[in-house]
């Protein structure tokens, strides 16, 4: 899959420094890694699915073309969500089932059919942690199965998940040859049941 296949412009790698401690630069996953991410992991037909720190929306019009899924991007920066809806005008597949909001991430309102969370290393953990309790606050007024999607994670971030909350390791992957010289190019799910 390409971005001329969808008709949009993903292909962007943040590097105007104002990436800071708690919001890292945006930086699109690679077509590659998705395709990774969706032979080992297969989403159920009606999971909606947030990606926070959409940037240019690559995740979200990826989900729609291959599993025809609803999904909401969040992004912080005000010229990706800009961009992001200029994507969403000219992709080629539903624009309907896609969603962006410009908001933080740890002030975004989690809606109750939500069920797949997305995270490329957008923040620290400072805000990870904010984000999570949001979900699930969420997921105790609207108990429903939860999957976390973690890309490139942080050590903080696993430890946080595993000892500060109820999410279990559903399962864990590399996303590609590059996990040999780095131990953070890996994909960890989490699912938190009824």
């Known amino acids: 899959m390409t971005d001329k296949e969808l008709g949009i412009y993903t292909e962007e790698v943040q590097i105007d420094g104002t990436d800071s401690f708690h919001c890292h630069r945006y930086?699109?996953?690679?077509?590659?890694?998705?395709?990774e991410l969706f032979y080992h992991y297969t989403p159920m037909e009606n999971d909606v699915i947030v990606d926070y720190g959409c940037g240019l929306g690559r995740l979200n019009f990826y989900v729609e073309n291959r599993f025809s899924l609803m999904s909401t991007g969040v992004e912080l920066t005000n010229s990706y969500y800009t961009r992001a809806l200029r994507n969403r005008e000219?992709?080629?597949?539903?624009?309907?089932?896609i969603t962006f909001v410009q908001c933080a991430?740890?002030?975004?309102?989690?809606?109750?059919?939500?069920?797949?969370?997305?995270?490329?290393?957008?923040?620290?953990?400072?805000?990870f942690r904010q984000v999570i309790n949001r979900i699930l606050l969420s997921w105790h007024e609207h108990p429903r199965v939860l999957t976390l999607i973690l890309y490139y994670p942080e050590d903080?971030?696993?430890f946080y998940i595993e000892h500060h909350t109820s999410f279990e390791l559903l399962q864990e992957f590399a996303s590609g040859e590059e996990v040999k010289c780095d131990r953070r190019e890996?994909?960890?799910?989490?699912?938190?049941?009824?």
Not at 186 to 194: K, N, S, V
């Open 27 to 35: 930086e699109p996953t690679s077509y590659e890694v998705l395709e």
């Open 90 to 97: 000219t992709y080629l597949g539903d624009k309907e089932k």
């Open 105 to 127: 991430a740890q002030n975004y309102e989690v809606s109750p059919n939500e069920t797949v969370f997305y995270f490329f290393n957008p923040f620290s953990i400072q805000i």
């Open 156 to 158: 903080d971030v696993i």
């Open 186 to 194: 890996r994909f960890c799910l989490y699912r938190l049941d009824t």
